[in-house]
T-cell receptor, first 113, second 120 residues
């Protein structure tokens, strides 16, 4: 039962353009969402997060949008840079449950020159 | 930011042997550590939650006797894969929660670099 889904396994974007990565979830108890970036053979690194009481959070080139009614969140990267090429995981958490993260399946982003 | 290390980074072993993977929080204390497993092109699957000084909590479907977890100190958790088989070959990642950070959201869990286990 995949509670957090990323339906696009891969995405290719030209440098300078916007990258939009999508994530859907089914568990309405999730109240905090995070995006991680991961390179091969490395652990995930935290990018940005959003609480369910917000619908947008911005940090530099990264913006996360949350649509609670649709149980959907997205990560926008603008402008995209070649160094952004990696696998991006969204994750969700029910606060108060010992920080157990539920990860999505990941989207491989390729930023081309 | 906080650093979590894992050792070894890569291990190859024969079927039937046991392998121990260490996870250390280098500059903070972690009462809780998590062990994940990632198959190629798949998500990170939580295996167990490791609590300092107490028994680990395993996720459904994870064999306790096969994946032994010990969290002997506030900076070290170990995962031992016992009687390893080729199907145990995977990428194992730990994360550690900074107990002083509280729930601040995104950066309360810090991930290690992972351990690639190959069982022949």
């Amino acid at each position: 039962d995949q509670q957090v889904k990323q339906n696009s396994p891969s995405l290719s974007v030209q440098e300078g353009r916007i990258s939009i990565l999508n994530c859907d979830y089914t568990n309405s108890m999730f109240d905090y969402f995070l995006w991680y970036k991961k390179y091969p053979a490395e652990g995930p690194t935290f990018l940005i997060s959003i609480s369910s009481i917000k619908d947008k959070n911005e940090d530099g080139r990264f913006t996360v949008f949350l649509n609670k009614s649709a149980k959907h969140l997205s990560l926008h990267i603008v402008p995209s840079q070649p160094g952004d090429s990696a696998v991006y995981f969204c994750a969700a958490i029910v606060t108060g449950t010992a920080s157990k993260l539920t990860f999505g399946t990941g989207t491989r982003l390729q930023v081309t020159l | 930011g906080a650093v979590v290390s894992q050792h070894p980074s890569r291990v190859i072993c024969k079927s039937g042997t046991s392998v121990k993977i260490e996870c250390r929080s280098l500059d903070f204390q972690a009462t809780t550590m998590f062990w994940y497993r990632q198959f190629p092109k798949q998500s990170l699957m939580l295996m167990a939650t490791s609590n300092e000084g107490s028994k680990a909590t395993y996720e459904q479907g994870v064999e306790k006797d096969k994946f032994l977890i010990n969290h002997a100190s506030l900076t070290l958790s170990t995962l031992t894969v016992t009687s390893a088989h080729p199907e145990d070959s995977s990428f194992y990642i730990c994360s550690a929660r900074d107990q002083l950070a509280g729930f601040q959201g995104g950066d309360t869990q810090y991930f290690g670099p992972g351990t690639r286990l190959t069982v022949l």
